[in-house]
């Protein structure tokens, strides 16, 4: 390239910085000038608002305050109050405050480190592990906060419920409720416990299959924790479970409302007492979609809920027969 085309093209790359740092300033003037009367705009930060300080027109109201939420007086409570980092979790057992080191061998630019360096950062990971887990209480809650995230992921209940568990086994180990069972266990009773209270239960085979701990050992284990802790835990709603079943299914909106239908007549008619919520969620769907015209087979049913085909039949009966009762009532 000659020098006279590079210094055109310089010319030129200067001639159109020139001209969008003078659009910027400009948007910047037009920001700042009162639409009503061109005079200058202040910002009360105390109002939040956006005033002219010439005619008093308020320009912007209720605009969003982004400083902190508390107040300070002096630099030691400043201090005191200020925070930085993601907010804590109950889902680590350190909640969240300690730190990781990341498992790529590669610096802040991309590029991989050397052998010496991979040997050193391996050393490094080796000791923070031992440094985050001080005690053997450590211990404990991190091998059970890990076994309730693989379950929860397994079986896709969302955070919330997690969250929960979570609160509920650190309660458990707190009062001294481990010894004599096993960390899965009590881990596998505080998930089944959260997700029932948080609306969102799965049926103690679902539970079973993503456990490491058997429905025998699940179901007493809940039954102490409950007890223990004092944990309020309302009966399982059938109307919970619809919402999955129809999902997995591939039903209509018009079929999941039939099946709440079927199983509010249900209730109404006491028929619901001493039965699996999970069975007669899944004959009213079942019953739903044969009512809706959608071709759904109890084979399909019984393997989305995980009951048996005659449960499905058996609960079927009971629901129109609850239905046909109240619609001649």
């Given amino acids: 390239m000659s020098d006279t085309q590079l210094r055109d093209r310089t010319e030129g790359y200067s001639a159109a910085r020139t001209d969008t740092v003078e659009h910027e300033h400009e948007a910047e003037r037009e920001e700042l000038v009162c639409p009503e009367c061109g005079g200058n705009v202040v910002v009360d930060e105390s109002r939040g608002e956006t005033v002219c300080s010439d005619c008093g027109l308020v320009v912007d109201e209720d605009s969003i305050d982004r400083g902190p939420e508390w107040r300070?007086?002096?630099?030691?409570?400043?201090?005191?109050?200020?925070?930085?980092?993601a907010p804590t979790t109950n889902l680590m057992h350190d909640k969240g405050l300690s730190t990781n080191i990341g498992w790529q061998?590669?610096?802040?630019?991309?590029?991989?480190l050397s052998s010496r360096q991979r040997e050193q950062m391996q050393r490094l990971r080796t000791w923070n592990e031992r440094f985050r887990t001080r005690d053997s209480k450590e211990r404990n809650l991190k091998q059970a906060l890990g076994e309730i995230d693989r379950m929860a992921s397994a079986l896709g209940l969302p955070e919330n419920v997690r969250e929960t568990a979570s609160v509920i086994y650190r309660r458990a180990l707190d009062e001294d409720l481990l010894p004599g069972r096993s960390i899965e266990g009590v881990a596998t009773a505080a998930l089944y416990a959260a997700a029932r209270q948080a609306g969102t239960p799965r049926s103690l085979d679902e539970i079973e299959r993503v456990s490491r701990v058997d429905k025998m050992e699940l179901t007493r284990t809940y039954r102490y924790v409950v007890r223990e802790l004092k944990l309020e835990v309302e009966p399982a709603d059938p109307a919970q479970y619809v919402p999955r079943f129809a999902s997995d299914l591939d039903l209509s909106d018009e079929a999941e409302r039939r099946a709440r239908e079927l199983l509010e007549s249900a209730k109404r008619a006491a028929i619901h007492s001493g039965k699996s919520p999970v069975g007669l969620a899944a004959a009213a769907v079942y019953a739903a979609a044969l009512l809706t015209n959608e071709k759904v087979t109890q084979n399909q049913v019984s393997e989305?809920?995980?009951v048996s085909e005659v449960t499905i039949r058996n609960r079927y009966k009971e629901l129109l027969e609850a239905s046909d009762a109240g619609v001649a009532a």
């Fill in 72 to 85: 300070a007086f002096d630099s030691a409570e400043r201090d005191q109050k200020s925070r930085v980092g």
């Fill in 105 to 112: 061998n590669k610096d802040a630019y991309g590029n991989s």
């Fill in 304 to 306: 989305v809920a995980d």
